[in-house]
């Protein structure tokens, strides 16, 4: 926040100096109506910080689909985006902090695949089977970069979030190898004592390993 409030006040200093000029370039301009919208956009990502306001206001799957649309229009990008949910809205049952932090999840793995990947589409798939909530997020983009992938911050983010609520995130080639899917197994008979609990799962990269309870 202390970023976004000096770019803030640099704004306003160039605003007030403009105005004592007998014409404004447009160049100028051009430059404060960029500088205001990523100013815009980190103050949304500042307000959602604490808790994504979308879940509270519209639940889980319309959150998720809110998610995607603005992650496309902001991006500029045309891309395809799918929400596949067959699990006749789990997501709004899941306890509130696990709620969340799935949602995180999701937000991260779109937002890498949008800035990194350049896909035609995203497709978002969540289901339960066997006491196992699963997630998938697939892109047809670029595809992981192993050599730099494993340390980003946004993987590091995922991992840390999957930890938190006794989750397996798994890191893969995408469907036909093409592009990145990012998978999360949740036990749900575990959630009761995540908060408790000392164990987590540990995180597993490019594999095909099939999800386990831990």
Known sequence: HDQTLA????????????????????????????????????LRQLIDAVKPTVLQLFGFEEGVEDLLRRSVRDSGLSIETR?????????????????????????????????HAMPDSIVIHISHTGGLLQLTID????????????NSG?????????????????????????????????PLADLAIVDEAAAVCAPAFLTETPCKSC
């Open 154 to 186: 946004g993987i590091q983010n995922m991992q840390v979030r999957a930890q938190l609520m006794a989750a397996q995130l798994f890191i893969e080639r995408g469907p036909a190898g093409r592009g990145t899917r990012v998978r999360v197994c949740l």
């Open 83 to 115: 929400l596949q949910d067959s699990t006749d809205g789990m997501g709004d049952r899941l306890p509130e902090s696990v709620k969340v932090a799935v949602f995180r999840i999701i937000q991260e793995a779109v937002n890498n695949a949008i800035r």
């Open 7 to 42: 770019d803030m006040t640099r704004l306003h200093r160039r605003i007030a100096r403009l105005q004592t000029l007998p014409s404004v370039p447009g160049e100028d301009l051009r430059g404060i109506a960029r500088a205001l919208k990523d100013s815009m956009q980190e």
């Open 139 to 150: 892109d047809d983009g670029l595809g992981l970069d192993v050599g730099n992938g494993f």
